[in-house]
């Protein structure tokens, strides 16, 4: 344990990568959930198809594999790697801004977010069935279009039964990112794995990752379970 104890500093800024991309991933797939749940319930049948492929692709194929086609697959890192290197040799970028453009981390939070959004599509579009018709045929009753009726009837209703899934979906994705670990990413895995092949140590190491992560998915779930326990008080 003395080597953990050395060396918390860098777990707890491993931790805090994982934080940083969790949250990042988690907000940007609610975008991109939101928007790709009601093209599943669109009239048209062209954005359904769409909808449903991208979908059955990321919640179909390991997070694993997708982190390598974006990380080696996609030009973005490239041309990335080349515009750190212009802004700090040309501008006088400070470490800390060209830091969070490392290539690594723009393909973890994109690979991350696809995923994400995939998953909390089907969330949305589940909560959005789970409103009574009654609902939409009262608003559209009162002079309502059908946007306006999602929008201010559908949705705020449909937020409230989401809640729990997207607290299991945040939970999941906080874990989910140690998989970053096989392109480089220093999040807390990472961080453990140079640990011990610095010290070679590898219980107590691997141990205090896991406890961390412990700590942090608890907290998570406790927090999801008290907003969904106000949520309910408001009813």
């Known amino acids: 344990m003395e080597v953990v104890l050395k060396n918390y500093p860098r777990l707890l800024e491993g931790a805090l990568l994982t934080l940083e991309v969790t949250l990042f991933s988690v907000a940007i797939g609610c975008i991109i959930g939101l928007f790709m749940g009601l093209l599943r319930l669109s009239g048209a049948k062209p954005l359904r198809l769409l909808a449903r492929v991208y979908i059955d692709f990321f919640r179909g194929t390991p997070l694993l594999v997708q982190i390598f086609i974006i990380y080696y697959g996609l030009p973005i890192p490239q041309w990335f790697r080349g515009g750190q290197a212009l802004l700090t040799a040309h501008f006088n970028v400070p470490d800390f801004i060209s830091s969070y453009m490392l290539p690594v981390f723009l393909s973890g939070v994109i690979a991350c977010s696809l995923n994400s959004g995939a998953y909390i599509a089907e969330i ?112």
């Open 124 to 235: 949305f579009r589940a909560g959005v069935q789970s409103i009574e018709k009654g609902q939409v045929e009262a608003a559209r009753s009162l002079g309502m279009t059908s946007s306006q009726a999602m929008r201010f009837v559908v949705l705020p209703q449909a937020f409230k039964r989401v809640v729990p899934p997207l607290g299991n979906e945040f939970i999941a994705m906080l874990k989910d990112t140690s998989l970053l670990s096989v392109i480089g990413f220093a999040e807390l895995l990472r961080q453990g794995q140079l640990l011990v092949g610095h010290y070679y140590v590898a219980f107590p190491i691997y141990l205090a990752v896991a406890f961390i992560y412990l700590i942090m998915t608890f907290s998570f779930s406790r927090l999801v379970d008290f907003t969904e326990r106000r949520l309910k008080t408001g009813d």
